[in-house]
């Protein structure tokens, strides 16, 4: 298998940086990934030894860098797994179809090319500037699914990363009126297929800026690619504005996700308000009347106007 960890340095060099430190600082990148898929992987028992880890590739960034990493940490794992990269052709005008057997032959990875025709289905259901994804999706995850039982595939790997996760909570929240995301791992519907998001802590600078050094051979989407007034588009376009003003803020709200507190919260399903009455015994969660902020504010507040605290709490 023809799967060097190398990290080029052949793109030209920054001005004011050497071979060398470019050399450093993509190596040092290249362990970053390892380390948060292999802590992603561990934190939610993803693949297990005897796994046929069916990794989905599109050839976007973050699929190739999902199945780079991977080949890695297959190296190095104490259990044995195998991988099988599947890419669905759908079709799509001018998709290159060459460039992904040629990318996986060389690499020596086991591969399988699915051909269906979804592009035309979506084009004939959806109107015109309509979205796409919605219906592109069903139609891909239902075909991926039967194709991971043809495979014997025991999970099925997508290449969603932490911005992709967080756009997601944000959409549901704001156009759905859901607390919900992309979890790391679930169970399909049918409950015969295990899916799994490995890159769940990595972040999307950091697959972008690993394409460019290992050059992947990036095959666009002509479909939701060209969809320039997405919701997603804004999300993202709304935490780059947040991370560039308050940086580390994307980060907390990350770390929310799996920090809930059920019982401050007001789904009724998920926390048993009916049944809660006093009985004397002290509760971790319970409120203690005046929960302490989670940032400084000042305690003087006579002194703060109306247009400091927006500023501040913005």
Same mark, same amino acid.
């Given at each position: 298998?023809?799967?060097?960890?190398?990290?080029?340095?052949? =793109?030209?060099?920054?001005?004011?940086? *050497?071979?060398?430190?470019? +050399?450093?600082?993509?190596?040092?990148?290249?362990?970053?990934?390892?380390?948060?898929?292999?802590?992603?992987?561990?934190?939610?028992?993803?693949?297990?030894?005897?796994? !046929?880890?069916?990794?989905?590739?599109?050839?976007?960034?973050?699929?190739?860098?999902?199945?780079?990493?991977?080949?890695?940490?297959?190296?190095?794992?104490?259990?044995?797994?195998?991988?099988?990269?599947?890419?669905?052709?759908?079709?799509?005008?001018?998709?290159?179809?060459?460039?992904?057997? &040629?990318?996986?032959?060389?690499?020596?990875?086991?591969?399988?090319?699915?051909?269906?025709?979804?592009? *035309?289905?979506?084009?004939?259901?959806?109107?015109?500037?309509?979205?796409?994804?919605?219906?592109?999706?069903?139609?891909?995850?239902?075909?991926?699914?039967?194709? +991971?039982?043809?495979?014997? +595939?025991?999970?099925?790997?997508?290449?969603?990363?932490?911005?992709?996760?967080?756009?997601?909570?944000?959409?549901?929240?704001?156009?759905?009126?859901?607390?919900?995301?992309?979890?790391?791992?679930?169970? *399909?519907?049918?409950?015969?297929?295990?899916?799994?998001?490995?890159?769940?802590?990595?972040?999307?600078?950091?697959?972008?800026?690993?394409?460019?050094?290992?050059?992947?051979?990036?095959? $666009?989407?002509?479909?939701?690619?060209?969809?320039?007034?997405?919701?997603?588009?804004?999300?993202?376009?709304?935490?780059?504005?947040?991370? !560039?003003?308050?940086?580390?803020?994307?980060?907390?709200?990350?770390? +929310?996700?799996?920090?809930?507190?059920?019982?401050?919260?007001?789904?009724?399903?998920?926390?048993?308000?009916?049944?809660?009455?006093?009985?004397?015994?002290?509760?971790?969660?319970?409120?203690?009347?005046?929960?302490?902020?989670?940032?400084?504010? $000042?305690?003087?507040? &006579?002194?703060?106007?109306? =247009?400091?605290?927006?500023?501040?709490?913005?």
């Amino acid at each position: 298998m023809n799967n060097s960890n190398d990290i080029s340095t052949e =793109a030209a060099v920054p001005a004011g940086k *050497s071979v060398e430190k470019i +050399a450093y600082e993509n190596n040092k990148l290249h362990k970053r990934l390892c380390r948060q898929v292999g802590q992603a992987i561990g934190d939610f028992n993803m693949i297990e030894d005897g796994d !046929k880890v069916m990794v989905c590739l599109s050839g976007g960034k973050d699929s190739y860098a999902l199945l780079d990493i991977l080949l890695t940490l297959r190296e190095r794992a104490p259990i044995h797994f195998d991988i099988v990269a599947v890419n669905l052709d759908q079709k799509q005008p001018n998709f290159p179809a060459d460039i992904l057997p &040629a990318y996986l032959s060389k690499l020596g990875v086991e591969f399988h090319i699915e051909n269906q025709d979804t592009y *035309s289905i979506v084009k004939r259901v959806i109107e015109e500037g309509k979205t796409t994804c919605s219906l592109c999706s069903r139609l891909r995850r239902g075909i991926l699914y039967r194709v +991971a039982d043809e495979l014997g +595939a025991t999970k099925i790997a997508l290449g969603h990363h932490r911005d992709d996760i967080l756009e997601t909570f944000f959409l549901n929240m704001f156009f759905g009126a859901k607390i919900k995301a992309m979890p790391a791992k679930l169970q *399909s519907d049918d409950g015969r297929h295990i899916v799994i998001r490995p890159m769940a802590y990595v972040k999307e600078e950091d697959t972008q800026r690993y394409a460019e050094v290992k050059k992947f051979p990036i095959i $666009p989407c002509d479909l939701c690619g060209s969809q320039e007034n997405l919701q997603r588009k804004q999300i993202k376009g709304l935490m780059r504005e947040w991370e !560039k003003k308050f940086p580390g803020r994307v980060e907390s709200i990350f770390s +929310a996700l799996s920090t809930v507190v059920p019982s401050h919260l007001m789904d009724r399903e998920l926390f048993s308000f009916r049944d809660l009455h006093i009985d004397g015994q002290p509760k971790p969660d319970g409120d203690i009347a005046f929960d302490e902020e989670p940032c400084a504010i $000042p305690t003087d507040m &006579a002194t703060i106007s109306i =247009a400091t605290l927006k500023t501040s709490l913005q």
